[in-house]
């Protein structure tokens, strides 16, 4: 049985916006599935409606076989969530916001301590466990919710864009503490982020977001491997339409290749980018030109005609 | 042949409801008792009116001392919405800042939330009544208390309490900001109070304003709680017209009830849609 089975899932707010529209994926259990996308794409509203705080307005999503329209508290029951925004009762001890997860998740009180401690312990947060959390950094508080999320013990975790909003040490820091979580087999994590590196380095699997809906879903590895070993980027001072077809033509660009704004980014999949590089040369398309690898930004830029980085 | 284990996950029972409604009502409890400013601020206005408004009143009007008896029970009258409103305004807080985002996706019926922040709103507010009171009768002013009149009191006091927290409650979960609903609350815990007979009998009012008097809910619970701490039933004789206080005690009590029940569903339903967009 797969952990998360999404069908057809839409959501219009009122006043008309299409935030998700019709999207499909299902997640195995145990692995760790990123939805990627700019701010607006629709990754919030997906997870909202996931863990029934957002109201699908057609299409249906089951966690763990039980649906969330139909079933909601059986389905809040097996999932816990880490928000984008912190949320934790500030004015409470670190260990009293873990009690209160627990107790509500249906966690026995003795079951409770000692998986508290255990993760006060696994998290580097023994210390300060029984300090009010407005006294923690943003990093602390950021493990004291990932913590709190698994007092529970979900068979699947939310993770909506963890590292937003934090300074680049404590990113670093905290994508340790969500890397970790991959030993925990019997977790199914689905996380949403806008930064590419994230994806890449958690996720088993990716779906890149683009408007409501999913432009691409596959492997990190494989989704890169669309766009061959290399790639050549190149500006161009007149029509980028002219370039590419200039490109094509002489065999050096595929149906692949694509242009956003007067960059024109030519995938290499057999060729080598010496002889790509002479070929563009030879043709007098661009002054400056480059090789390199892919990333998953250019996969979005080829699906989406828009800049990950740039749209975040 | 070999042979492979299967751990086959064991579903946790359903807790009861009783569990998370303690819960969510001590986490409430823990919240307010660091938060002294929704403890005391509800108690400054009644304290001023029952310890210093009344006895000046009491002297520049020449009245006798039982008009400071009657003050002190009007000042719960105003001590109820003022406290129930602040609860509300809390839950605001906890909306922006705090962890409600966190509960809404706890495996339980949402309408558990409202009825724990109700349980400790009510709490908080018999708290302060008790002190007002206290500090009443040791300011020298006289009850008449028996066990059937605090039986009165009591059942007029909470329901109207468990009423008004459910308007607060209503106007939380519709207003996005505190600003907003701070802006409101003159209207709702203040306005009717100076209407619903606190200080002098409501047929000193206008003719038309008597009438909108007698439909408030606050005028019949002032009403039950002079019968029941002063054994005073001018008021609830000035709402019914009969002659018989225990009947005019019944049927204000089923306003102030049918006032209780009516906020109570309403602001759980509320709280509930608001909940999900």
């Known amino acids: 049985m797969n952990a998360i089975e999404v069908t057809r899932l839409s959501k219009t707010y009122p006043g008309g916006v299409e935030a998700v529209r019709g999207i499909d994926f299902q997640v195995e259990a145990g692995e760790v599935f990123g939805l990627l996308g700019p701010n607006g794409a629709g990754k919030s509203t997906t997870v909202g409606m996931l863990t029934t705080t957002i109201k699908p307005t057609s299409g249906s999503a089951r966690l763990a076989g039980f649906d969330v329209s139909r079933e909601p508290i059986a389905a809040r029951r097996v999932s816990s969530v880490v928000f984008q925004e912190p949320v934790v009762d500030r004015s409470l001890s670190g260990r009293r916001n873990l009690e209160i997860h627990a107790r509500l998740w249906g966690v026995e009180p003795h079951e409770a301590v000692a998986r508290i401690n255990e993760l006060a312990g696994t998290f580097g947060l023994a210390d300060l466990i029984d300090r009010p959390a407005d006294s923690y950094s943003g990093g602390q508080r950021r493990r004291l919710e990932i913590a709190r999320a698994l007092v529970s013990h979900p068979r699947v ?38 930064y590419l590196e994230e994806a890449e380095r958690l996720c088993d699997r990716v779906a890149i977001i683009h408007a409501g809906r999913i432009v691409a879903l596959d492997t990190p590895g494989a989704l890169l491997a669309g766009l061959g070993r290399q790639l050549v980027e190149l500006r161009v001072d007149g029509s980028v339409n002219s370039a590419l077809a200039s490109l ?17 980014t030519v995938p290499l999949h057999e060729q080598s980018s010496g002889d790509a590089i ?25 699906l989406t005609g828009d800049s990950l980085a740039a749209a975040a | ?80 919405p003022l406290n129930t409103m ?19 996706t706890a495996p339980i019926p949402r309408g558990l939330l409202v009825v724990g922040n109700l349980l400790v709103a009510l709490a908080i507010t018999a708290l302060q009544v008790g002190v007002l009171i206290a500090v009443a009768v040791a300011r020298g002013i006289h009850f008449h208390a028996t066990a059937g009149g605090v039986l009165w009191f009591l059942g007029a006091g909470v329901l109207f309490t468990v009423g008004m927290y459910g308007l607060a409650e209503i106007l939380a979960s519709r207003v996005p900001r505190q600003e907003e609903y701070i802006a409101r609350v003159p209207a709702i815990a203040i306005l009717p109070w100076f209407l619903a ?59 102030v009830g049918g006032f209780a029940l009516l906020l109570t569903a309403a602001s759980i339903r509320v709280f509930s849609r608001a909940a999900v967009r």
């Open chain 2, 1 to 80: 042949m070999s042979t492979a284990e299967i751990a086959i996950p064991i579903p946790r029972p359903r807790p009861h409801a009783l569990g998370p409604l303690a819960t969510l009502a001590r986490r409430r409890f823990q919240l307010t008792a660091r938060t002294p400013r929704e403890l005391f601020v509800p108690l400054l206005t009644p304290i001023m009116f029952a310890l210093v408004i009344a006895p000046a009143l009491k002297t520049a009007l020449h009245t006798d001392a039982s008009y400071e008896s009657i003050v002190a029970i009007g000042t719960v009258g105003l001590l109820i």
């Open chain 2, 197 to 255: 007979g606190a200080l002098f009998p409501i047929t000193a009012l206008p003719g038309f304003l008597t009438w909108v008097a007698k439909f408030l809910p606050l005028t019949h619970g002032l009403a039950l709680m002079r019968y029941g701490l002063l054994q005073d039933s001018s008021g609830l004789h000035a709402i019914w017209g009969m002659s018989d206080p225990a009947a005019m005690a019944a049927l204000s009590l089923a306003v």
């Open chain 1, 248 to 264: 094509r033509e002489r065999g050096v660009a595929g149906e692949d290749a694509f242009a956003v704004g007067s960059r024109v």
């Open chain 1, 157 to 194: 975790l939310f993770l909506d864009e963890p590292t937003v909003g934090l300074d680049p040490r404590i990113r670093a820091e905290l994508l340790e503490v969500i890397a970790s979580l991959r030993n925990r087999t019997e977790l199914t994590v689905l996380l949403t982020t806008h």
């Open chain 2, 86 to 104: 602040f609860s509300g305004l809390s839950v605001i807080v906890d909306r922006i800042s705090g962890a409600q985002p966190e509960l809404l």
């Open chain 1, 278 to 302: 002479a070929a563009i040369h030879e043709l007098g398309l661009a002054g400056a030109i480059s090789a390199r690898e892919p990333t998953l930004d250019d996969v979005y830029l080829r």
